[in-house]
């Protein structure tokens, strides 16, 4: 998780959101929206996410997933690369 940073979700809804933005709980970073999902990074999802889909029904959003988005393996090489190289320029 250091070497990512938190991991992110896609909140995929039964009907658009017009124009409505939720309210997010402590923890949670809105990323990208689209018309009926929202791309989200969550800090400590095991406890976050419980809040997140309580917070989302509570404002009138019908949930059909919250899952997980995958990390890809360029995206970790790039990550871990830039990571190197950042560290690198500290100690020189």
Do not use: K, M
Not at 20 to 33: A, M, S, W, Y
């Amino acid at each position: 998780r250091q070497l990512l940073g938190a991991p992110e979700y896609d909140l995929r809804l039964n009907s658009p959101l017009d124009g409505r933005f939720p309210t997010l709980p402590e923890g949670v970073r809105l990323i990208h929206c689209g018309e009926d999902w929202l791309r989200l990074q969550v800090e400590e999802p095991e406890t976050t996410n419980p809040r997140l889909l309580r917070a989302a029904l509570e404002q009138g959003l019908d949930v059909v997933t919250l899952q997980e988005v995958p990390q890809s393996l360029e995206r970790v090489y790039l990550q871990a690369v830039t990571q190197a190289a950042e560290e690198d320029a500290h100690v020189g």
